[in-house]
């Protein structure tokens, strides 16, 4: 695996991995789950917005892509940014990490089903099932509460919208032709025209929202939206959307290293175990066929070797060159 996809794979995981730290505090601060989610989106689409005119990328065209960024908004945006926002209001963080690391289950069930995932390998299988076992195993969501309730019920439902967002992304947007910083802005766009909407049930009430909330929405809106969104189009574009969706795993490895590092939190042995798990079971999902030698095939004409043809192109190189690399 190239190094750079591993610092992105990294740097994805990180950002994602306090994103429940900010939404936490957000909602503590008064702010709704709608609010939350119409300010994230909005704040990802600003950042996305400059990157792309800096990198002077057009906006898509056409009416058929912009149906298909409705769709992408409203499954990977609109409804799991909300899902997340109204599940953490009852749900312990154990609970809610477990039920997020299911995307990555979904997420190869569903490519499956619409064939963007061909071709699966039972070690992959082996290392997605693994990495859900260390998740389980860090978290222990038998010890907390909430396991059965519908907080836990949004959070899974997000976890399947994300799965479905990624695979629809995977086949439908990643290669129209568009700059990858482009259509990650017109989809936030769309997702914050999508999210406002639904202001008036979710409340339009601004009183008694603290400063902390603001600005924990705003590093969520800027690093946890923007960055990170930008981050996952490369990844899904490079590697498909169960490896996209595979970073789910290294949440909680994130957020325990986190707060053993800052908070000077304590890890038990099972904490470790997990951890350790979790590690393998990605390190298994991103486990690539080694690549066939060119075999010499005898001649037709009796002059000389003849090489075998070569493989097919990666799907990574016939990208257009804005999602390469």
């Not at 957000?26 to 689409?45: F, K, S």
């Not at 950042?47 to 409705?70: D, E, K, M, N, S």
């Not at 590690?279 to 001649?299: C, E, N, S």
Request: a positive charge; proline letters at 6%; charged letters at 10%.
């Amino acid at each position: 695996m190239k190094t750079h996809s591993l610092v992105r794979m990294a740097v994805l995981a990180l950002l994602w991995g306090s994103g429940f730290l900010w939404i936490k505090v957000a909602l503590n601060g008064g702010l709704g789950p709608v609010q939350i989610t119409v300010i994230r989106c909005a704040l990802g689409a600003g950042v996305l917005t400059v990157l792309a005119l800096i990198a002077r990328q057009r906006f898509p065209r056409g009416r058929r892509i912009w149906g298909h960024l409705v769709v992408a908004a409203f499954f990977c945006n609109a409804v799991p940014f909300a899902l997340f926002a109204i599940g953490e209001q009852t749900v312990d963080s154990g609970v809610a990490g477990v039920l997020n690391a299911t995307t990555p289950l979904w997420s190869l069930l569903i490519g499956v089903g619409m064939g963007t995932e061909r071709g699966i390998r039972p070690v992959r299988v082996a290392g997605l099932t693994l990495g859900f076992a260390g998740t389980l195993l860090i978290f222990a969501p038998w010890q907390e509460a909430g396991l059965a309730s519908w907080g836990a019920l949004a959070l899974l439902l997000a976890a399947v919208s994300y799965a479905v967002a990624f695979a629809y992304m995977g086949r439908k947007l990643v290669d129209s032709g568009t700059g990858p910083v482009a259509v990650s802005a017109a989809q936030l766009l769309t997702a914050t025209g999508l999210s406002a909407v639904a202001l008036p049930a979710g409340g339009l009430s601004w009183t008694g929202i603290t400063p902390t909330a603001l600005a924990a929405v705003a590093v969520l809106g800027v690093f946890g939206t923007g960055v990170t969104f930008y981050l996952n189009y490369r990844i899904i574009a490079e590697e498909g959307a169960t490896s996209a969706a595979t970073v789910g795993y290294l949440l909680p490895v994130v957020s325990v290293a986190l707060g053993a590092i800052v908070l000077d939190e304590g890890l038990s042995a099972r904490v470790l175990a997990g951890m350790a798990v979790v590690l393998l079971g990605v390190g298994l999902t991103r486990l690539k066929r080694p690549a066939p030698t060119d075999r010499i095939r005898p001649p037709v004409d009796g002059t000389g070797p003849t090489p075998a043809p070569r493989a097919a192109e990666p799907r990574s190189a016939r990208l257009p060159s804005g999602l390469r690399g």
